[in-house]
């Protein structure tokens, strides 16, 4: 069964603090993705990866960077949170070719607060 | 204009109605299209492909007309396990494989 998991469901930080959010996935996939969603936003892309240490800007890349240091993880960093970056944050990862592309697979979230 | 755009809903539709949602499109160059389902609280998952020739899953259908741009689902004797948000996503392979999501279409059946 394919699997993507995140380090934490909730988390709670300060403003100005430095925030990690890990990604790990078991399906040996080239690309991964990290999402915010927010109440009537949807999905928005802030960054992907389609090979390790590589890596994109999204749609709303401002205020975070990423890490893929190995094919299987990919990380998140908010070098100084600030309240705005409150929000449901998904991971996925997709295949490259065949089949296996078109599907992108999600972790389940995690929950970020910041005060 | 958003790229891919829905009607936020909610649906709120009583058990064994057939309910259907609405998804327009505004990138020509897409080419894939999907129906992804997020119950509340939950990741998005695959729901379903959505063809040119139109595809059945059950009580589930799709249809995708190009020319419109213009994807649909229809779910046919709702059940109250239905419940969730549909979101609509179009792939463009132009633009190394990106997703697009729309919103999500919020459905509630009620008993």
């Known amino acids: 069964d394919v699997k993507v998991t995140q380090s934490s469901r909730y988390l709670v930080k300060r403003t100005g603090e430095k925030v990690f959010l890990e990604c790990v996935q078991d399906?040996?996939?080239?690309?991964m993705f990290w999402y915010r969603q927010d109440p009537g936003l949807g999905l928005r892309l802030i960054y992907f990866?389609?090979?390790?240490?590589?890596?994109e800007k999204g749609d709303i890349p401002e205020g975070y960077s990423v890490s893929r240091e190995k094919k299987e993880r990919f990380s998140l960093i908010l070098e100084s949170a600030s309240t705005n970056q409150t929000s449901m944050y998904l991971c996925a990862s997709r295949g490259h070719i065949g089949s296996s592309y078109n599907e992108q697979f999600f972790g389940p979230g995690t929950r970020l607060t910041v005060l | 204009r958003k790229e891919v755009e829905q009607d936020p809903g909610p649906f709120n539709v009583p058990e064994g109605a057939t309910v259907a949602f609405n998804c327009t499109y505004s990138n020509s160059a897409s080419q894939s299209f999907f129906w992804y389902r997020q119950d509340c609280r939950k990741e998005p998952k695959l729901l379903m492909s959505?063809?040119?020739s139109g595809n059945e899953d059950g009580r589930f259908t799709a249809q995708l007309n190009r020319a419109s741009q213009y994807i649909s689902l229809l779910i046919r004797d709702s059940k109250l396990s239905d419940s969730a948000t549909y979101l609509c996503v179009v792939i463009l392979y132009n633009q190394g494989g990106k997703l697009i999501f729309g919103q999500g279409t919020e459905l509630s059946v009620k008993p």
């Open positions: 959505v063809y040119s």
């Open positions: 399906m040996d996939h080239e690309n």
């Open positions: 990866s389609y090979d390790v240490k590589m890596k």
